[in-house]
């Protein structure tokens, strides 16, 4: 028999301004501030050698921090020196295999999504009715640096389950 499921745990992105990327995470979307930021060298620490076995030799240095929103699932932020960030226009790379987005339970989707837009990020699409009856409604939301977040007005599994 499988063993059961794991609750979610957190999604880890990467920012071109980590500083800047953890205050707009905490001022648009309420996460508030776990620990960071910290910085990792590849200098033979037990820090430095674990991230030398995830992201392979070479990374020199990079800062994460860890956020948490209202349900203690948590966002990593990581941004990385060597090699130099690619910041691409456009990334929603939908077509590719990989995380394609996270999801945020907000019960006024249009109100966040408004203010992720004042905020500097985009709205991707207007918002999508899947039950009017019982309001179930979802939007494509886009932070500052492309991370792509699905706004949903009631939780996952009263939604899909």
Not at 19 to 48: C, F, H, K, M, N
Not at 54 to 59: A, N, R, V
């Amino acid at each position: 028999m499988a063993s059961p499921a794991h609750a979610f745990s957190h999604v880890g992105a990467t920012v071109p301004d980590l500083e800047a990327a953890v205050g707009w995470y905490r001022e648009t979307l309420g996460a508030y501030l776990l620990v960071g930021p910290i910085e990792v060298l590849e200098d033979g620490s037990p820090l430095g050698d674990a991230a030398a076995a995830i992201y392979g030799q070479g990374f020199r240095r990079f800062r994460f921090a860890h956020l948490a929103f209202a349900d203690a699932v948590g966002l990593e932020l990581f941004t990385f020196d060597v090699p130099a960030l690619e910041v691409r226009e456009e990334n929603f790379e939908f077509w590719k295999t990989g995380i394609n987005h996270f999801s945020l339970t907000a019960p006024d989707v249009r109100e966040v999504a408004d203010r992720i837009a004042a905020a500097g990020g985009r709205v991707r699409a207007e918002p999508v009715v899947l039950d009017a009856e019982k309001g179930y409604t979802i939007v494509y939301c886009q932070d500052p640096w492309g991370t792509v977040i699905e706004l949903c007005s009631h939780p996952y599994a009263q939604m899909w389950g």
